[in-house]
């Protein structure tokens, strides 16, 4: 029997080392690959050939929605399950719309956590049982898009990327060197996506990020907390 072939993204080291010795006593999966980061796995992610990748959301630099929707492109053979701490509604709408195949949350215990690789390897969607709850009620209530969602989704891919990265405090040569880009057009994008949006400085820019969940202020836990298999 084929193994499901996994790639871990989390930006803490000992989350992946937990996620990585959970796996390892699973005899149909293998941890193929990892990365710190969205920008490190859509570089290393189309090499490692992965059957599904847990993709956390608040990194530095590249975000897991902004990963999601590139490896989308780049390597769609790989099925996405988000891992996370957040269980809002926003947040699972806006990756299920990306392509991610499954939502998690890293409170979950060892073995939910398997079974939802196995499912969303073998080609089925899977809701940790709160989100479902918060999606069904969006639903119930009318699933009204959040006030700045439509603008936003008039961005292209690179002028979300820069918002980002703009709202996370990066100055504009940091961000050309994330994205191996100018800063003259760094400059560009910044003009082009604060037109589109509406607003009139970084605070302003601060305050809608948050607001549709593309950063956290909130500190994240550093350690894994799931429970053996």
Do not use: W
């Not at 994330?178 to 800063?183: G, K, M, P, Q, R």
């Amino acid at each position: 029997m084929d193994r499901i072939r996994v790639f871990l993204v989390d930006d803490h080291a000992l989350f992946r080392d937990g996620l990585r010795a959970l796996l390892a006593g699973c005899e149909d999966m293998e941890v193929v690959g990892e990365a710190g980061d969205g920008q490190e796995a859509v570089a290393r992610v189309p090499a490692a050939r992965p059957d599904v990748v847990l993709m956390d959301i608040a990194m530095p630099g590249l975000g897991g929605l902004e990963a999601t929707l590139a490896l989308r492109r780049v390597y769609p053979p790989a099925r996405i399950l988000v891992l996370t701490q957040y269980e809002s509604r926003e947040y699972v709408t806006r990756f299920l719309k990306a392509g991610a195949a499954g939502y998690v949350l890293k409170k979950a215990a060892g073995p939910e956590l398997i079974a939802a690789i196995r499912a969303v390897a073998a080609g089925q969607a899977v809701l940790h049982p709160s989100v479902t709850a918060e999606v069904i009620e969006g639903y119930l209530k009318g699933s009204r898009p959040e006030p700045g969602e439509a603008a936003y989704e008039s961005l292209t891919e690179r002028e979300r990327q820069v918002l980002k990265l703009i709202a996370e405090g990066q100055t504009s040569k940091e961000i050309a060197g994330a994205l191996d880009i100018s800063v003259k057009t760094v400059v560009t994008h910044r003009t082009n996506l604060m037109q589109k949006l509406g607003l009139h400085n970084r605070a302003e820019l601060v305050k809608y990020a948050v607001r549709l969940g593309l950063i956290q202020v909130e500190p994240k836990a550093a350690g894994p907390t799931f429970e053996g298999p």
